[in-house]
């Protein structure tokens, strides 16, 4: 099974701190196989997950850049609880889009650029 986004960056992370599956399983009390299952996206990714594994690796030295939305990603689904009702309309009208590439590319470098402001 190919892997997905997130696996590649959880993957390029465990080469990176000379990690196996085995190694992090084992420091985060879980099996190979559920973490391999993550990587290839045969598992969905608990919240939860996310969080220990950007801790993992972070205690490493590691820091993986959007991890919460290559899952999002990965599990075909937004959360949208904790959002406003107009924040919640966005994601759903944006969804439903039938925008170009072109555009996409127009609206994520504006978004980029907004988020830089923010900082």
Known sequence: MALTEFGKAVRKARIDTDSTLLT????LETTPAFLSG???GSKKIPQKWVKKIDSYFS???VHLEKLEELAAVANETVPIDGLSQQQQMLVAGFAKSQFTPEQLKSFAELLQKINNKEV
């Open 59 to 61: 205690s490493k030295g």
């Open 24 to 27: 992090m399983s084992q420091e």
């Open 38 to 40: 993550l990587e290839t």
